[in-house]
C-alpha cells in the first residue's frame, strides 16, 4: 500500500516572508514559506495563501501585497507577531520598524530583510485549502546581502523548542503545544492553521 509521510515535505527546501498588505485600516502582515519565481519575462511571483487567513480575502480584494525577504537575523518575535495572530483584530506590525514603497505598502527594515517584492495579483488559481495568487512584480530591490531565512533554519534555530515537562503534542510548524491525551483526527492548529498530521506526540 502506498502512504504518503507528512515529514517529508520537510525536505523541500523553502524560504520564509512577510508578506504585508493593507486591509484600508492599517498595515498589516502575515508569515509565508510559499513564494516562487514564475516567470523572468514577463517577471511572475507565485504566492501561496491559506484560505483560513485574514489577510487571504484582503490580498483577494485589493490585489496587490509586498513580499519581504527574511533573513538569518529575524529574531522569533518577528515570527510571533506576524505568524501567530490574527490581523482582523491585532496591529501585527507594531513595534517593528518598517517603511513604504511606492505602491504604499509596509517594507520591514534591513534589520530583518534582504530584499522586497512589490506584487500586483494577476490571477487567483483555487487549490482547495489555498489560493495561489500569481502576480506580477511592480517593484524588485535588494536590500542586504544577509542569506534568506530558510524553513530549516528557523526549526533549528530560532523556533523555541517545546518544554520537555509538557503533555500532549507539539504542531511541527509553529510549535503550538494541544494539552491532552488524544489529538482529534480533524484537528486544525489555532496558530498556523495546519491540521493533526503536522502534529506529533510529546515524548
Not at 502575515?30 to 480575502?57: F, M
Not at 490585489?63 to 529575524?74: A, G, H, P, R, S
Request: negative net charge; glycine residues 6%.
Amino acid at each position: 500500500m502506498e502512504r504518503i509521510e507528512a515529514n517529508a515535505l520537510f525536505n523541500i527546501g523553502y524560504g520564509l516572508y512577510a508578506i504585508t498588505y493593507n486591509d484600508g485600516v492599517r498595515n498589516n502582515g502575515l508569515i509565508v514559506n510559499t513564494v516562487i519565481q514564475l516567470t523572468s519575462s514577463p517577471l511572475k511571483i507565485a504566492v501561496t495563501i491559506n484560505k483560513q487567513n485574514y489577510s487571504h480575502d484582503v490580498i483577494m480584494k485589493t490585489k496587490k501585497m509586498n513580499v519581504n525577504c527574511l533573513t538569518i537575523d529575524t529574531p522569533f518575535e518577528i515570527f510571533e507577531k506576524l505568524g501567530f495572530h490574527s490581523g482582523k483584530d491585532t496591529d501585527k506590525l507594531k513595534g517593528i520598524l518598517n517603511w513604504e514603497s511606492s505602491n504604499g505598502l509596509s517594507v520591514l527594515t534591513a534589520d530583518y530583510i534582504n530584499s522586497f517584492f512589490s506584487l500586483y495579483v494577476d490571477e487567483a488559481v483555487d487549490l482547495g485549502s489555498h489560493t495561489m495568487f500569481i502576480c506580477s512584480v511592480t517593484e524588485a530591490i535588494t536590500i542586504s546581502d544577509v542569506e534568506t531565512m530558510t524553513y530549516s533554519y528557523y526549526h533549528k534555530n530560532v523556533k523555541p523548542k517545546p518544554q520537555a515537562k509538557a503533555k500532549g503534542y507539539v504542531c511541527k510548524i509553529c510549535g503550538y503545544v494541544y494539552e491532552g491525551e488524544n489529538l482529534p483526527d480533524d484537528f486544525v492548529c489555532p496558530l498556523c492553521k495546519h491540521g493533526a498530521i503536522d502534529f506529533e506526540k510529546i515524548q
